[in-house]
């Protein structure tokens, strides 16, 4: 097994252009080292991505917030004003695993491992994040959403790796918030994970709001009825009602030993709702 880390993106791209034989990034290895000493996977060639500064950095840019696919948990939960523009992206970062975990485990990671269940990945498609993914033929930016395909299938084409993810300029009165259900109370994977963020406005209505849900589907959804049925409400019982109707009608869970179809449905329901609850209370007092 080779192992390359590169200084340059450019460097990064040709590695893993140029490579004929199994090849992974490497970003936290919180997922990769796991699967590699399972012998889930055996890669020849692995390239670790950490020393590339843009990876690695959490910057403004055009009025929103940049984060580096390598950057940890831990960092963002450090940021000083990251945390209180986007609470429920950093929440959900920090609920992967435990304290160690999180320091070592990247969104990029994340995102890449190609789980339904990721924690952070509802919380980034209801930011509207965008993720910046570089390659042999350029950059481009795809919606969170549209990055997972299905379970370990991704829309990455060969030789690229997902950079950057930006998330756009926050209105006034915004916020976000991300909640899941475990069996118990950390180190375990989503049963069910629901990311909601909000925008209200003057007299105190949902102006926008956007809708994740995790772990009901073979890949995290965007659930756009769910945010229609909040918008233009003050989040009354009638439009929570809504809210959990369509949270609901969007899940196609799996049915195993951690929840059932009918269990997970039943939580989506309530975690959207609660979610919703969470970051309209945060916009109206941030
Ligand atoms: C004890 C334990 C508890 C955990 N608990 C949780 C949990 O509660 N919630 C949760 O969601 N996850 C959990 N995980 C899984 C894991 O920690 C997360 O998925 C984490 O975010 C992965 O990030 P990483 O940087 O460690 O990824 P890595 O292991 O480095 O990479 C994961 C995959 O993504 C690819 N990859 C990484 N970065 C990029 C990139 N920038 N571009 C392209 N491909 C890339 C790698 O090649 C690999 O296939 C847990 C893992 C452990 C070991």
């Known amino acids: 097994m080779r192992y390359e880390a590169p200084e340059t993106l450019g460097?990064?791209?040709?590695?893993?252009?140029g490579a004929t034989g199994d090849t992974r990034v490497l970003a936290g290895g919180t997922d990769l080292l796991v699967q590699m000493r399972a012998d889930v996977v055996d890669p020849?060639?692995?390239?670790?991505?950490?020393?590339?500064?843009e990876t690695r950095t959490v910057t403004e840019d055009r009025g929103g917030w940049r984060i580096g696919?390598?950057?940890?948990?831990?960092?963002?939960k450090e940021h000083p004003r990251l945390k209180l523009v986007w609470p429920g992206v950093v929440e959900a970062a920090n609920l992967i695993g435990s304290t160690q975990v999180q320091g070592r485990a990247t969104l990029g990671g994340n995102l890449c491992n190609g789980s339904p269940a990721a924690d952070s990945v509802p919380a980034l498609i209801a930011a509207g994040a965008l993720a910046t993914l570089a390659g042999p033929q350029g950059r481009r930016d795809l919606p969170v959403e549209d990055v997972m395909l299905g379970p370990?299938?991704?829309?990455?084409?060969?030789?690229?790796?997902?950079?950057?993810?930006?998330?756009?300029?926050?209105?006034?009165?915004s916020s976000d918030a991300y909640l899941r259900f475990i069996p118990r109370t950390e180190m375990d994977i989503a049963v069910v994970g629901a990311g909601v963020s909000v925008t209200v406005d003057g007299a105190g209505a949902i102006a926008a709001a956007r809708v994740s849900l995790g772990a009901v589907a073979p890949r995290v959804l965007l659930v756009p009825e769910a945010a229609q049925a909040i918008v233009g409400s003050r989040l009354d019982r009638a439009a929570q009602d809504r809210l959990e109707a369509a949270a609901r009608a969007a899940c196609r869970p799996i049915d195993d030993k951690r929840g059932t179809t009918e269990f997970r449905i039943q939580v989506a329901g309530v975690l959207a709702r609660r979610a919703a609850l969470i970051a309209l209370d945060r916009a109206r007092t941030s």
């Open 69 to 76: 696919a390598a950057v940890t948990g831990a960092e963002l």
């Open 44 to 53: 020849e060639l692995i390239i670790d991505i950490k020393r590339i500064g």
């Open 152 to 173: 370990r299938q991704l829309a990455l084409g060969k030789g690229e790796i997902v950079v950057s993810f930006w998330l756009p300029p926050r209105p006034p009165r």
């Open 11 to 17: 460097a990064a791209i040709a590695l893993l252009a």
